[in-house]
């Protein structure tokens, strides 16, 4: 196989073309629920280290020898182990050199490096320590410098900071300590220089390179990461020893998130091939070059595909044994199984499968993800203790699978080294691996107590591309639990080091995902879509989805004439799927006969709905949630045909309106309990909230069932029926939930559902027994509904309304461009744009821009179009043809006024799909009304030009949502403070609010408020009665006399 004669570069773009034609996927084993019970599968683990009890005790006194050896060093332990003692993450110093460090070395201009370092150190005193060493006492020095340059008075920071001597010394001294801290942990610059390094190495150590950085988000990054991966295994074949063993001399560690940016389950039908084509021509020019290779362990949402891509990989290679192998993660639960999953592999392939066991670098994201998700649990364990557990656990596994397996344990613990020591016996036929920076001292210590050679995990590659690495074992081995932290500090005795981890903790200091908002309120449960056995489940729904027949909306509600309603021909209407155009259903819409009938019964029932208690409607709310949250499944379906709504999107939705029914059920109980006021002496004073009577609700078709349901349920828990009008494009997803609402328990002639059109809607906001009115839309028509109010009969009626908005993100030089990519195609381009907190204008520092906009291009040509309940669909449908022609138009202005940047490729013939895009605008100028839907409008700003950009932005009279790209915090602070908008999204994506979490809405154009999904919204729907009484108006105050009289 030639794989480098014609240059990398060459071969990695031949590489992205190959295709493959293995059957995908292959069979693979069960690997375990990752969702689990913790204690229960921790005891499981425990069991198989009984029988070796007796050696590990003993292998505490061995740990603490050497424990002691390198404590009782003349010279410093070494010096990143006392530079993490001596700035401890948890202290203003070490967060300080955390931030920096992540930062600082890829802002290209001087002015925002500046006031990233000042906005940094200021609140930091960086006192020098005793005893502290080279690298401390340099890093201290270099910052001390920097400092020196602050002004006391902050307000004058910019003035004074960026005078061009002061910021250019004052960046060089910040610089140079970050410098110090990035030799530390980072091999080398090149692969060049790293071979070169590695020939140095002492006997008995030998090297795995890792060509780090973040994940890829284009091909183009791709493509430039195979290359580095081709390099690297050409220069590291010179590394290799005749003598040696192929698979312990120098080899090099593989991310698959590097080798393909949609590395997705749910992308699994084109990952596949395209990755293997990718990856198999590098593994057989890495096998003849007797190259050993080893695949990265990444996220628990992608094991599933790994699995399939290595059992496919060994069937296609059939690599020599132990020169190819994978890294498995002992905080994962799924661990110990994942190893008896390994040695099947290689005993159906009549192999051995090396296996480099962690820790795990993830956790933080792991607990994260399951916690917004709403899953039934964590993939990780909870406590470190367990981590620990689970390590020796699986240690005795792949000792137990030596015929199949061959072992490499990473870790800097002296415990752990000396446990894995002692359950090898007598056994040679494994190795240990440290981070380089890590450990080198206590691997010195114990050298000729291990008699194992002992691996470096060598990242290589420019500082500016691993600090995000950086940043993670920072944090992994800063940590107040961490050994590495602990193994500085005299004050830990070598013994608590040691112990054994086998108690096992019944209780988590870290609530399950159910239990995030507390006993109070329960999470509501999502869906894992990159699980196997979820997407499983839902094909199936896809298959019984597609035979359903056409459903009806109707006038829904116990009014006199409701039952009589006749299908006329005018008052038929089609429910169209946006995805193709085929009738889904139909909707027979109210005439304005029933809009009478609906409010006469509805003020009639009013009294007796009022006078409930609010612990029964709260109760109703309540069982409709779970009524919802049970049936899910069933809702999907019906929002993708109707809707257009992806399956990430429905799951979504059907879980944002859970929330709200369970929030404002709590809301309803804590608000409208009466409270007693202060008062004289025989006086009582209550407050209490009552209803206003009869509401109408009005929602739209982005999201027909959270929004339609969170209006409803704020109405009728605070004591106030309801006449609900869903949008005319979503009648059926209204019509399901509204049925649902009956069988919890609402009263039919206290809530109502009346189809129509903007005539229907006209009709419910005039009338004079509207008491208010809940409306999410256009400002347009919000503006129709408050003049309506105004002008009606009847009662002074409130309006709250969400309306849309021009939202901006803000980037400065600071921000990581990979997160930022990230956070700009999913704000900009998730539910094709429909969403009314959906990134419109991306506003980027002029030195980044170039970068940032290149790597937006190629992430954007990677989405998919299509039928929104395929898993691969990223962008649905466009919801009827009037809107896609204003998109269409849109876009024809914006080819005269700007530049196209990309597109995204593949829209489907039928439905009404619109091709995601982005265009570079010179100004902000065009910019003057939102355009609902998939475009993005970029422009390039100066940072001295940023007040400027703020000014404009304000100017256009919208607040909804803001974006902030940066990590000075200041910065993020001051833009916030600055623009008026009602939700500020710093360093993540602007869409996607949780109802408690960050209560959602605008102001200006944006929306009267209040916030729905917050505190304040249920007292919009409420009146307040004040009731004073004079309890001693009969003579007499018998309260007074009980507590004093004589």
């Not at 890495?286 to 190259?291: D, E, P, Y």
């Not at 069988?743 to 129509?756: H, I, K, M, S």
Request: with cysteine; net charge negative; hydrophobic share 45%.
């Amino acid at each position: 196989m030639v794989l480098i004669n014609d240059g990398p570069s060459n071969n990695a773009t031949a590489f992205m073309n190959l295709k493959t034609s293995l059957p995908l996927p292959l069979p693979h084993l069960r690997t375990g629920e990752p969702y689990r019970n913790e204690v229960e599968h921790c005891h499981r683990l425990k069991t198989l280290l009984l029988p070796h009890l007796s050696a590990l005790e003993a292998s505490r006194i061995r740990a603490n020898v050497w424990i002691d050896t390198v404590r009782r060093k003349e010279q410093p332990a070494f010096a990143v182990e006392r530079l993490l003692a001596q700035f401890p993450i948890s202290t203003s110093e070490g967060l300080a050199l955390l931030r920096l460090a992540e930062a600082l070395l890829r802002i290209p201009d001087l002015d925002t490096a500046a006031l990233l370092a000042a906005d940094v150190f200021k609140p930091a005193a960086f006192e020098r320590q005793e005893d502290e060493d080279l690298i401390a006492t340099a890093t201290r020095s270099a910052i001390k410098l920097g400092q020196k340059l602050l002004p006391q008075d902050e307000a004058m920071l910019t003035e004074s900071l960026l005078s061009r001597l002061g910021a250019q010394t004052f960046v060089r001294a910040s610089r140079a300590a970050v410098a110090i801290l990035s030799n530390q942990f980072v091999f080398a610059n090149s692969i060049e220089e790293a071979i070169s390094h590695a020939k140095k190495l002492a006997e008995n150590t030998c090297v795995s390179f890792d060509m780090l950085g973040e994940g890829a988000r284009t091909e183009a990054q791709a493509a430039r990461y195979l290359t580095a991966y081709q390099q690297a295994i050409t220069q590291t074949a010179q590394l290799q020893n005749p003598k040696t063993p192929p698979h312990q001399g120098a080899n090099v560690s593989i991310k698959l998130t590097a080798l393909h940016p949609r590395f997705e389950e749910t992308q699994r039908a084109h990952v596949l091939p395209e990755l293997l084509a990718r990856l198999t021509p590098l593994v057989e020019e890495a096998m003849r070059l007797k190259v050993a290779i080893t695949i990265d362990a990444e996220e628990s949402e992608r094991l599933e595909l790994s699995l399939d891509l290595i059992e496919t990989l060994i069937a296609q290679v059939k690599p020599p044994p132990n020169m190819l192998g994978l890294a498995v993660q002992a905080y994962g639960l799924r661990c110990a199984d994942l190893i008896d999953h390994i040695a099947a592999l290689a005993k159906k392939y009549q192999t051995q499968i090396a296996v480099r066991l962690v820790k795990g670098a993830y956790w933080d994201a792991e607990i994260k993800r399951a916690q917004e998700l709403g899953l039934s649990g964590y993939p990780v364990f909870t406590q470190k203790s367990h981590t620990d557990l689970s390590y020796l656990a699986c240690a005795v596994k792949l000792f137990d699978y030596a015929d199949y397996l061959y072992p490499m344990f990473a870790t800097h613990n002296a415990a752990t080294m000396a446990a894995v020591r002692a359950l090898a016996g007598t056994s040679q036929h494994f190795e240990f691996q440290r981070l380089h920076g890590m450990g080198q001292s206590m691997y010195e210590a114990a050298a000729k107590d291990l008699s194992v050679p002992v691996r470096i995990y060598a990242p290589v590659g420019e500082p500016r591309d691993l600090l995000a690495y950086l940043v993670r074992r920072l944090l992994e081995n800063g940590a107040n639990t961490s050994f590495v932290h602990k193994l500085a500090d005299w004050q830990v005795p070598a013994a608590s080091l040691t112990e054994l981890p086998l108690q096992i903790h019944t209780r988590s200091k870290l609530a399950s995902p159910s239990k995030l908002f507390g006993s109070s309120r329960a999470n509501s449960k999502g869906l894992d879509l990159m699980m196997r056995s979820t997407l499983n489940a839902l094909e199936d729904l896809q298959v019984s989805s597609s035979n359903d027949k056409p459903l009806e909306a109707k006038v829904l509600g116990n009014a006199h004439k409701n039952n009589a309603q006749t299908a006329s021909v005018q008052t038929i209407h089609p429910v169209l799927s946006p995805s193709n155009g085929h009738m889904i259903g139909r909707t027979l819409w109210a005439e304005i006969t029933d809009v009478q009938a609906a409010y006469q019964a509805a003020q009639n029932a009013w009294p007796t709905w009022e006078a409930c208690a609010v612990t029964t409607r709260a109760d109703i709310l309540r069982k409709a949630a779970d009524l919802l949250e049970a049936r899910m499944l069933e809702y999907l379906p019906l929002l993708a045909r109707e809707a257009g709504k992806t399956l990430p999107d429905g799951v979504a939705e059907v879980r944002e309106a859970v929330d709200f029914l369970r929030y404002y059920a709590l809301q309803a109980e804590q608000l409208m309990t009466p409270t007693t006021l202060p008062a004289p002496t025989g006086e009582s004073n209550v407050l209490s909230l009552r209803g206003r009577g009869v509401w109408v609700c009005i929602s739209p078709w982005n999201f027909p069932l959270a929004i339609f349901a969170g209006q409803i349920a704020a109405a009728l828990v605070t004591g106030n029926c309801v006449i609900a009008k869903p949008a005319e494009q979503t009648p059926l997803v209204a019509h399901r939930f509204i049925e649902l609402m009956y069988e919890a328990g609402v009263p039919t002639d206290v809530l109502f559902c009346l189809p129509g059109d903007g005539e229907v809607g006209a009709a419910l906001t005039h009338h004079p027994l509207c008491a208010g009115v809940a409306f999410t839309g256009s400002t347009q028509v919000a503006r129709l509904i408050a003049q309506g109010l105004a002008a009606k009969e009847g009662p002074l009626a409130p309006l709250i309304a969400e309306t849309g908005g021009i939202n901006a993100m803000i980037v400065d030089s600071t921000a990581l461009p990979e997160q930022v990519i990230d956070a700009v195609v999913l704000s900009a381009f998730r539910s094709a744009g429909q969403r009314c907190s959906a990134l419109r204008v991306l506003c980027l520092q002029s030195e980044i821009a170039d970068e940032l906009i290149e790597g937006i291009k190629g992430a954007l040509e990677l989405l998919r179009l299509g039928d929104p309940l395929h898993f691969s669909t990223d962008v649905g449908p466009i919801i009827d043809e009037q809107a896609l022609s204003n998109l269409l138009k849109h876009e024809t202005q914006l080819r005269e006024e700007g530049k196209h940047i990309g597109s995204t490729p593949g829209v489907p013939e039928q439905g009404s799909f619109f091709a995601p895009c982005a265009y570079e605008l010179p100004t902000l100028a065009s910019i003057r009304e939102e355009v609902f839907g998939p475009i993005l409008h970029i422009v390039r700003y100066e940072a001295k030009a940023l007040d400027a950009l703020i000014e404009t932005i304000n100017s256009w009279g919208y607040g909804l949502t803001l974006g902030i790209q940066s990590r000075i915090t200041s910065r993020a602070e001051e833009i916030a403070k600055k623009l008026r908008v009602g939700n500020v999204y710093v360093n993540r994506s602007m869409i996607g609010a949780v109802v408690g979490v960050q209560p959602f809405g605008g102001q200006g154009l944006s929306g009267t408020g209040p916030k729905a999904g917050g505190p304040h919204y249920l007292s919009r729907f409420c009146t307040e009665q004040t009731v004073s009484i004079n309890t001693a108006a009969a003579g007499g105050n018998a309260t007074l006399l009980a507590h004093f009289g004589n």
